[in-house]
């Protein structure tokens, strides 16, 4: 069983995602420790990126302010270094292809494994194109996670048949964000990925309220939230741990 695959073994997994250096590096250790403490299966780790695809302006924003602080890949790659000291469960590194070609795909992937990073989000890589990075990927033992939108349609099996590690359902049309209701039919996309995979699938994008977290996870194995988190570090800044930790007890409560 893989290291990712592990997250989903006992129940529905949370998957908070957190933006690296917003507002400083330090307060981004501090939430990761806190969110594992209060039962996140697995976390996403955004490396801040200058022209986030498919990020609405709460994480846009917390790109801007992780960049303007300073944060570059490699205080990143030391961050999760201190994190791995006592943080045993998956992570993945949530960012864009321009992130790991400028700093060379082979170099960064090795790093990843040799610091302890399972996996590898990459949302502006089109399905068709995942070869620049999958042979490299498998190559050092990291899962390239592959997405499945509301408009995958008739690619939704052929995705599902190569996924590695766990597929991450976007629920909403458009980019990140919260919203108060989701209206996408994700029933028949999920019904297509059981019917083609066994690999465990996770629903992100609009998720924020424990409500929604728990209605979401009766249709998949587990939910991925980040802007309602961004925001609590908007709100709170470097005071922020104490909060994110809380808010990840509401949702692995609603989920349980």
């Known amino acids: 069983m893989s290291k990712i695959k ?6 529905k997994a949370f998957i908070p995602f957190i933006t690296c250096g917003d507002p400083d590096l330090t307060t981004t250790a501090a939430c990761v420790r806190e969110m594992v403490k209060n039962g996140a299966s697995l976390i996403e780790l955004g490396i801040p990126f200058s022209d986030p695809t498919a990020e609405g302006v709460v994480i846009q924003n917390a790109n801007l302010r992780a960049l303007s602080g300073g944060t570059t890949t490699d205080k990143v790659f030391d961050l999760v270094r201190d994190l791995r ?3 045993k469960i998956p992570m993945v590194f949530m960012t864009y292809a321009n992130v790991v070609f400028g700093y060379g795909a082979e170099k960064f992937i090795a790093t990843c494994a040799a610091i302890g990073i399972d996996g590898l989000i990459l949302p502006d890589l089109p399905f068709e194109e995942k070869d620049e990075f999958l042979p490299i990927c498998r190559a050092h033992g990291v899962n390239l996670i592959s997405m499945i939108a509301p408009t995958s349609e008739n690619r939704i099996a052929m995705i599902a048949r190569e ?4 597929l991450y359902i976007v629920s909403s ?3 990140t964000g919260t919203r108060s209701k989701i209206v996408t039919d994700l029933a028949p996309i999920i019904k297509v990925v059981r019917e083609n995979t066994d690999i465990p699938c996770a629903i992100g994008f609009g998720i924020s309220t424990p409500e929604q977290a728990r209605e979401m996870s009766h249709l998949a194995d587990g939910v991925i939230i980040g802007s309602a988190i961004i925001k609590l570090l908007e709100r709170h800044g470097t005071a922020v741990p104490k909060f994110i930790g809380e808010y990840t007890r509401t949702i692995t409560d609603a989920i349980a």
């Not at 996924?163 to 766990?166: K, M, V």
């Open 163 to 166: 996924a590695e590690g766990f």
């Open 85 to 87: 000291r006592d943080v």
């Open 6 to 11: 592990k997250a989903f073994a006992n129940g």
């Open 173 to 175: 049309l458009g980019v």
